[in-house]
């Protein structure tokens, strides 16, 4: 029986690029995407946010020497 060469089984995935996705890129530009990651594995390990304190009071740093807050300030909308 010969192979087929029928395309139709092979899945293009044109997602697997260097590029970030979207939801990376906001993160990038908070300019604590370091931080962010190394929360995000510290929870994942411990399962338990408590245990990340450390992790958490980095992130908070970075994004308050970012002035992140005021980048990403929304309108109240209840007025």
Sequence with gaps: MQPSHNNNNQAIDNDDDDAPDEWDQRI???GCHEENLKLQ???ADTGDWRQCLK???AFKKCWDENKNNERTHTVNNNE
Excluded: A, D, P, R
């Design 28 to 30: 990038m530009n908070t």
């Design 41 to 43: 594995l510290c929870h």
């Design 55 to 57: 992790e958490m009071q």
